[in-house]
């Protein structure tokens, strides 16, 4: 055997002993919303990146698509009315490859089942960390559910004593769009 097919036959079994392909296929998933209608969430990792372009719509409806590029990867979709509306929104958690294993939220609120619009999730700012807010302590490692009519994440914090600490968001409809804010 020479070099070149010792080399082709190493990364070969490299890729397929990691679990890492290049394949960009799709990964799909269907939720049903409390009106019935099928939500579809799909996932790609375009070749060679690390990051996820996302898809979410209403299935049958062409026209009502949201798409997001270089995200996270998903780690799970959660499906609720937090604003009590009669209509579900999807909430996509992502988590960030690395240590410290930060999560985020992708939100996706239902227009009466016609169309789509994104929800924003507010960022964890320089500010939030400081002493005595809301994530003095925080190191990532979210976890998300969806807890009391509230999406409820939980992360531990960097304390003398481990502890986890629960901050949980209420969905409102600001003016141009929906926003998922911190209840107090």
Excluded: W
Aim: aromatic share 8%.
């Amino acid at each position: 055997m020479n070099k070149l097919n010792l080399v082709l036959v190493c990364a070969a079994f490299l890729i397929s002993a990691t679990g890492f392909s290049q394949s960009t296929a799709p990964a799909s998933r269907e939720y049903k919303t409390k009106t019935g209608k099928i939500i579809t969430v799909n996932e790609t990792h375009p070749q060679g990146a690390s990051l996820s372009n996302i898809t979410v719509a209403i299935k049958g409806n062409a026209g009502s698509v949201v798409q997001f590029t270089d995200a996270d990867p998903i780690n799970k979709v959660l499906v609720a009315d937090l604003d009590g509306n009669g209509f579900s929104e999807i909430y996509i958690t992502t988590v960030s490859a690395g240590s410290g294993s930060y999560g985020n939220v992708i939100g996706v609120a239902s227009n009466k089942d016609k169309s789509l619009s994104q929800i924003t999730f507010p960022e964890v700012g320089e500010n939030d960390l400081k002493k005595g807010a809301k994530f003095e302590g925080y190191e990532g490692h979210d976890i998300y559910e969806i807890k009391d009519n509230a999406l409820a994440r939980t992360f531990p914090v960097k304390t003398p004593v481990a502890a986890k600490h629960v901050v949980k968001y209420k969905l409102k409809a600001g003016e141009a769009a929906f926003q998922l804010v911190i209840a107090d």
